[in-house]
């Protein structure tokens, strides 16, 4: 490789407190997709990668499911933490979600949920949206005129949501955020159970036993929601097996709760920080739609995932060998000069938004219809009934090279 494919500003792909420093990490992407778009990144504890910071080359590359696949690496872990979850996944345990999976399984285990996810089952699910909106606006009342945001209603709000949607008891909800945050948080001195890889598979384990017994309770006594669905799937004529299972409902309960709860949180921030666009919704609530997916745009919750070549080919004009991995940025592709006008402003009616916060090609994310709605629904309840909204504090991103936001946004505001 030469010199022109190195770049050490790529390190902060894998550097989880770049992502808690939004403008440090902002000019280091800038940096990459004019200097070195394709760049060879290699760092104490990970296995080295290829940097991908195009928004053309993440989609080519999304699009080429064949020659790009998902599995051994489909997102940036350490080393140690890539060798203990292949070890498990060869003795049987570990996780195996869609994001792991490449076709034809990807897409024989995708159909399982697709339905629940589909326009007809989202405007089934509306109204409860609706009212669980109104209910975390009417607690910002009550709670006001400050309130860390983040803690008290970002991470609530989608959370009831998913998991009244895999029919999951309320009693319930406070043990699965905690262990959404630790699968997620893993590189967060606040949120991660440790930064051991057996302290992370510990989480999972967790997860297994409480999803082990959801299982065998639905095939029992099967109920309409979607997690009755996943327990009584069958493929070839069998039902799934545990593993299978867990990783269906850890990819429902925590991709579905944490990546809208970091929008949501990002989506406020930015409003806070652009007055003239909230101000400019205010007055025009019927750019709702375009502003949702701005707020997708700017916060893009999941940062990155991996594909590996399974062939010897190239990117850009460099030669990438069979094997070798490459990291796609969505934070960088989101914000890519040759898409996007003006990338680093924050409009509100951004029109077109090519943004791939959800990815794209065979691997576009199960959940976005369910994402954009929730968030549509948040702040069309919030934004007629606010007077007035500014920080009342530091706002703190979470340190992550994964899926992401902020952990903490005070606020001090005025509701009607």
Not at 110 to 137: C, H, N, Q, S
Not at 216 to 227: G, H, I, K, S
Not at 299 to 318: I, L, S
């Amino acid at each position: 490789m030469t010199s022109s494919i190195v770049d050490d500003a790529a390190k902060v792909l894998a550097e989880p407190r770049a992502y808690a420093d939004e403008a440090r990490l902002q000019r280091a992407l800038a940096h990459l997709r004019e200097h070195a778009p394709v760049s060879y990144v290699e760092v104490p504890d990970y296995r080295p990668f290829w940097a991908i910071t195009k928004h053309a080359d993440v989609m080519a590359i999304e699009r080429a499911n064949e020659l790009w696949i998902n599995a051994p690496r489909p997102m940036l872990q350490t080393a140690a933490t890539d060798e203990l979850s292949a070890a498990n996944l060869a003795a049987g345990g570990g996780l195996r979600t869609l994001i792991h999976m490449d076709d034809p399984l990807h897409r024989d285990i995708r159909k399982i949920g697709a339905d629940w996810f589909r326009p007809k089952a989202m405007r089934a699910l509306k109204t409860r949206v609706d009212e669980l909106a109104k209910i975390y606006v009417d607690k910002m009342v009550k709670q006001g005129p400050e309130c860390d945001f983040v803690q008290e209603v970002a991470v609530n709000f989608p959370l009831y949501v998913i998991l009244s949607l895999l029919g999951l008891p309320e009693s319930d909800f406070g043990r699965m955020l905690k262990l959404t945050q630790e699968l997620f948080g893993g590189d967060d001195d606040e949120l991660s159970r440790g930064k051991d890889p057996e302290e992370l598979h510990a989480v999972i384990l967790d997860f297994f036993q409480y999803f082990t017994a959801l299982t065998a309770a639905r095939r029992a006594n099967p109920t309409e929601d979607l997690a009755s669905a996943i327990a009584n799937a069958k493929l070839d004529g069998e039902f799934l097996n545990d593993i299978d299972c867990l990783s269906y409902y850890v990819i429902v309960a925590s991709a579905g709760h944490d990546t809208t709860s970091a929008a949501i949180s990002g989506g406020l921030l930015a409003l806070i920080e652009h007055q003239d666009q909230l101000a400019r919704l205010k007055a025009q609530p019927e750019l709702m739609g375009t502003a949702v997916e701005e707020i997708i745009r700017w916060t893009a919750p999941v940062k990155e995932f991996m594909r590996t070549a399974t062939a010897d080919t190239e990117v850009r004009g460099v030669p990438i060998g069979k094997g070798e991995s490459v990291l796609l940025s969505y934070v960088s592709a989101n914000r890519d000069e040759e898409i996007f006008d003006q990338p680093a402003t924050f409009d509100v009616g951004r029109d077109p938004n090519k943004h791939l916060s959800f990815g794209y090609g065979v691997h576009f994310c199960l959940g976005a219809a369910l994402a954009r709605m929730e968030i549509n629904s948040f702040f069309t309840e919030l934004l007629p009934r606010l007077e007035s909204i500014e920080l009342a504090g530091e706002p703190e991103f979470i340190s992550t090279i994964f899926v992401g936001g902020l952990k903490h946004l005070p606020i001090r505001y005025s509701l009607r």
